[in-house]
């Protein structure tokens, strides 16, 4: 079964820290980009990062520079999303993404709160 299982969310205050995980299983996961989207209450999905299959190459939006950093462990099928100094507007749930076999696969999201 081909699927995509995020895990690490929750409760953090500003300024605090989470790491993201998400779990693959059911295809070749170390030929597959594997992105991080979040969308807040209210607003459209938008891309967070990105990582190649080799890892070496990532991108992210704007807003996560300097404060994100997207990595993987291609031997545990596994991509993370380590987040610092988070602020309320990074109050959002988060999905883990792979397009394969020409499908872009989303996992059910995990929900991050930043709030005091």
């Known amino acids: 079964q081909v699927q995509l299982v995020e895990s690490g969310g929750g409760l953090v205050q500003p300024g605090g820290s989470l790491r993201l995980s998400c779990v693959a299983s059911g295809f070749i996961f170390s030929n597959s980009v594997m992105n991080w989207y979040r969308q807040a209450p209210g607003k459209g999905r938008e891309l967070v990062a990105g990582?190649?299959?080799?890892?070496?190459?990532?991108a992210y939006g704007d807003f996560g520079k300097g404060r994100f950093t997207i990595s993987r462990d291609n031997a545990k099928n596994t991509v993370y999303l380590q987040m610092n100094t988070l602020k309320a507007e990074d109050t959002a749930v988060y999905f883990c993404?792979?397009?394969?076999?020409?499908?872009?696969?989303w996992g059910q999201g995990t929900q991050v709160t930043v709030s005091s």
């Open positions: 990582i190649s299959p080799a890892a070496n190459s990532t």
């Open positions: 993404s792979g397009v394969v076999r020409g499908v872009r696969l």
